[in-house]
Antibody
């Protein structure tokens, strides 16, 4: 069974950088061509942040593009998200997930709450 | 504002049938991209219920089914059970975004 586990700071100061890593276990990280990050602010719906390919190519949501960097490390079976210049609006539960060829998302991580607060 | 529109909430009694709609536009569902449905209980990972409009992954009961008409898709749940109480959201691909778009989620309450 493929599992995704998210790690990273649960609290980030305003203007700081949010950093999260998703570790894939139970299968090779190359099982999916793409891996994605999605977030859900409190009491709101899901927002696509972007995706990284197994070859390191990236696609980002234009609304976040200037602040987002994603990367993938095959040797560690990990992919990562960095979001700079965070504000309270970036407070959300962040999910990592795999992207299938037909674009449905599976598997998913459990999600991790990141709070932007001083 | 969400690219895909869902009713925010719905309720039904055990044993009843409910339908959740997901309406998109010409840059996603109308462009022929499939819609995928997930069940989400807070604190856990979202679970794939249907992929590409109507297909059930193995292990998902046949009480869950999907249909499509134009730029709208629907998730139907028959024989409602208390364990079905969750938030359901739809997802597709959007050519304007060049990425995934989601519905706002529908919170289902089983009375």
């Amino acid at each position: 069974q493929v599992r995704l586990k998210t790690s990273g700071a649960g609290q980030v100061k305003p203007a700081g950088t949010l950093s999260l890593t998703c570790t894939v276990s139970g299968a090779s990280i190359t099982m999916n061509s793409w891996w994605t990050w999605v977030r859900q602010p409190p009491e709101r719906g899901l927002e696509w942040i972007g995706e990284v390919s197994r070859d390191g190519n990236t696609n980002y949501n234009p609304s976040l593009k200037t602040r987002v960097t994603m990367s993938l490390d095959k040797s560690k079976s990990q992919f990562s998200l960095k979001l700079t210049s965070v504000t309270a609006a970036d407070t959300a539960v962040y999910f990592c997930a795999g992207v299938t060829e037909a674009n449905w998302l599976e598997p998913w991580g459990q999600g991790t709450l990141v709070t932007v607060s001083s | 504002q969400f690219v895909l529109t869902q009713p925010p909430s719905l309720s039904g009694a055990p044993g009843q049938r409910v339908t959740i709609s997901c309406t998109g536009g010409s840059s996603n569902i109308g462009a022929g991209y499939g819609v995928h449905w997930y069940q989400h209980i807070p604190g856990s990972a979202p679970k794939l219920l249907l992929f590409t409009d109507t297909n059930r992954p193995s292990g998902v009961p046949d009480r869950f089914s999907g249909s499509k008409s134009g730029t709208s898709v629907s998730l139907a749940i028959t024989g409602l059970q208390t364990e079905d109480e969750a938030t359901y959201f739809c997802q597709s691909y959007d050519i304007n975004l060049s990425g995934s778009v989601f519905g706002g989620g529908t919170k289902l309450t089983v009375l």
